[in-house]
């Protein structure tokens, strides 16, 4: 089992991201449109739905995706904390961030906030699953070996909701 989680986060890491870039948003609308982006979060394809609320942190938001796309993860991860400024609770910017930590060896933060995006995360089990595989990932680069057995039990609990 712990194979195939880790052949799910390494997909994950490989593909990283593809089709997140959102809905395009007319400028000259006065309120925030909803941006739809989709995330996906296994080898299986599995996307989680996410709307931005706010035009602000759905451009942001594009341009992490660009920077981090050609592989400017200090970039992204900068452009991720100006809209996580905007918007603090939103779950998926979190667990976006915690993806780069992870992927820029800071095994700590990635853990930590794939944590927060866990604590804003009502019902999105998908989105818990994908938290729990990078505190997993995050675990063991450490050497946790405990750590990580429990995070990979967590995400098992995500991965085939009751």
Not at 6 to 34: D, S
Not at 77 to 100: G, I, N, T, V, Y
Request: one cysteine or more.
């Amino acid at each position: 089992m712990r194979f195939l989680y880790l052949t799910g986060l390494m997909l994950l890491v490989a593909v990283g991201f593809t089709g997140c870039g959102g809905t395009p948003v007319e400028k000259a609308k006065p309120t925030p449109v909803p941006v739809q982006s989709s995330v996906p979060v296994s080898a299986k394809g599995e996307r989680i739905r996410h709307s931005l609320q706010s035009r602000e942190v759905a451009e942001i938001w594009n341009a992490a995706e660009e920077a981090r796309s050609v592989g400017e993860y200090e970039k992204a991860a900068d452009l991720l904390k100006s809209a996580l400024q905007q918007a603090p609770e939103d779950a998926a910017l979190w667990s976006r961030l915690a993806e780069l930590m992870l992927r820029t060896d800071q095994d700590v933060l990635a853990e930590n906030y794939a944590a927060k995006s866990n604590a804003f995360t009502k019902d999105n089990t998908a989105l818990k699953y994908r938290n729990w595989l990078i505190i997993y990932h995050a675990r063991d680069k450490r050497g946790d070996s405990v750590g990580a057995r429990k995070a990979e039990m967590r995400a098992a609990e995500y991965r085939y909701p009751r």
